[in-house]
């Protein structure tokens, strides 16, 4: 318990200093009196990916974050506290949001996307922006006059601070692709370099354009790693914000500073919509691909693999014969009685007596070892590294007896036994066809001799 509580107060100081720092550098680069930013707050991207990752627990580091950064941005304690509050509250009510939707944050899915940013844009910033400033006008903070102004640029802020750091965070945190270090600074360097010729050396003053150059660099991203295509995107949107806080760059050309930021934005969230979108659906087609290579090569029933991967598992065997020296052992299998089973008690009891089969076999195999059901009631074996005959058959009797102790299976007592043939590699073959032929025969060998035996070729 004091583990716990240790992890949570670090992650809190952790929270609270990111929040702090991250709304210091919104507020230089792109703001508006100090209390709201017209284009992306940052912290609220980073606080909401920590209170879907981290739950309830980081609440406290976003409530200290966010007093001291308006503390020291200015703002007095009195309305400090209740914006502070209010900002907490928000990223409560995104948990619950989430929770209460099922929706998964991991985003694996296009559902999950658009939860994510429904949420952010219909309900967490209207929330934040109308009762933040609602409270800064009734302590005369604000007048009624700039109360819905200053709605708007909190609400767009915010929305885009979530939209540009919450996914991408989410993604790194969430996303079992392997990435590399070094291709996240390769990318940097990329990003940065594009943008600083087209904006800069180029003096490109069309949005369009702009998107049309950097748009397919982006989405290509996305067929190899999201996280990488996400990254690339907030590369590009955070040197356009500093571009433009230095007046330089595509949105600085307009004659009002309202067109420049809608510009701006519009080409924000073009990278992160696109790239979130294609990048999910490429994920889930990738997703759905894998799943049918699975189906194809591993039992549906028992989750082993199938006869599709037999010849690939006994091709490795003999390259092991081959080029390690090393001795194994094919062991085929099938079940004695198992149609009876099946006509006796029905085909759903005989699905479980193979699934149960398979969880005591599996005790007395190792990871260098191959476990395969190749057939209704065939399965196969491959013993790698077989040391001797002696330990070979002390394992097989062992199995035996595993497997042939009474099942309890829905209210019926269920016998089975197996009888198992086996092939030596290399000594009994170092091709697919012979060692299994050898194995096969020795089976049957063995159901003669009695079954609920093993029989070595």
């Keep these: 318990m004091k583990k716990i509580s240790n992890s949570n107060i670090i992650k809190n100081i952790f929270m609270a200093l ?27 991207g980073f606080a909401l990916a920590a209170v879907l990752i981290f739950g309830r627990a980081i609440l406290p580091g976003i409530f200290i974050g966010q007093l001291i950064l308006g503390i020291t941005s200015g703002m007095s304690p009195i309305s400090i506290i209740p914006i502070s509050i209010i900002n907490t509250l928000e990223a409560y009510i995104a948990l619950q949001f989430f929770n209460y939707f099922k929706f998964n944050k991991e985003l694996l899915s296009i559902k999950d996307v658009f939860g994510l940013l429904f949420m952010i844009v219909f309900i967490l910033q209207p929330f934040s922006a109308l009762l933040g400033n609602a ?13 819905f102004t200053d709605v708007l640029f909190w609400w767009f802020g915010n929305v885009m601070g979530q939209l540009l750091f919450t996914p991408l965070l989410l993604i790194l945190y969430y ?12 990318l940097l360097i990329f990003f940065l370099g594009l943008n600083y010729i087209l904006q800069v050396s180029l003096q490109v003053d069309n949005v369009s354009i702009l998107l049309m150059v950097t748009l397919p660099s982006t989405i290509y991203l996305t067929t190899t790693n999201i996280s990488y295509a996400s990254f690339a995107s907030v590369i590009l949107a955070s040197v356009s914000l500093y571009f433009t806080h230095l007046g330089i760059g595509t949105f600085t050309k307009e004659s009002t500073q309202i067109d420049n930021i809608i510009d701006l934005n519009f080409f924000m969230v073009s990278h992160i ?8 659906l490429f994920r889930e087609k990738q997703g759905a691909i ?12 028992t989750g082993l693999p199938n006869r599709h991967l037999l010849r690939e598992e006994i091709h490795h065997t003999v390259f092991l014969a081959h080029e390690k020296d090393q001795k194994s052992a094919i062991c085929f299998i099938d079940l004695d009685g198992f149609k009876n ?7 759903h009891i005989g699905d479980k007596v ?3 089969i398979v969880k005591r076999v599996k005790v007395f195999t190792h990871s260098e070892d191959a476990f395969l059901r190749i057939g209704g009631d065939e399965f196969l074996i491959i013993f790698n590294h077989c040391t001797s005959r002696e330990k070979l058959n002390e394992k097989l009797t062992r199995i035996l007896e595993s497997v042939s102790s009474t099942m309890y299976l829905d209210g019926d007592k269920v016998h089975i036994s197996f009888s198992v043939g086996i092939a030596s590699c290399p000594q009994d073959g170092t091709t697919v066809e012979s060692l299994m032929n050898t194995a096969d025969n020795a089976m049957y060998e063995a159901k003669r001799r009695g079954k609920n035996q093993f029989f070595h070729a």
Excluded: C, R, W
């Design 175 to 186: 996303n079992k692709q392997k990435v590399k270090l070094l291709n996240f600074i390769y």
């Design 354 to 356: 193979l699934k149960e």
């Design 290 to 301: 894998d799943s049918l290579k699975s189906m194809a090569h591993y039992d549906f029933l």
């Design 273 to 280: 919509i696109l790239v979130l979108l294609i990048g999910i």
């Design 135 to 147: 409270t800064l006008l009734i302590l005369n903070i604000i007048t009624a006059k700039e109360y």
């Design 18 to 44: 990111i929040y702090y720092v991250t709304g210091k550098i919104s507020f230089m680069v792109f703001s508006q009196d100090m209390i709201v930013t017209m284009s992306a707050f940052a912290p609220e």
């Design 341 to 347: 089973v099946n006509d006796t008690l029905g085909h």
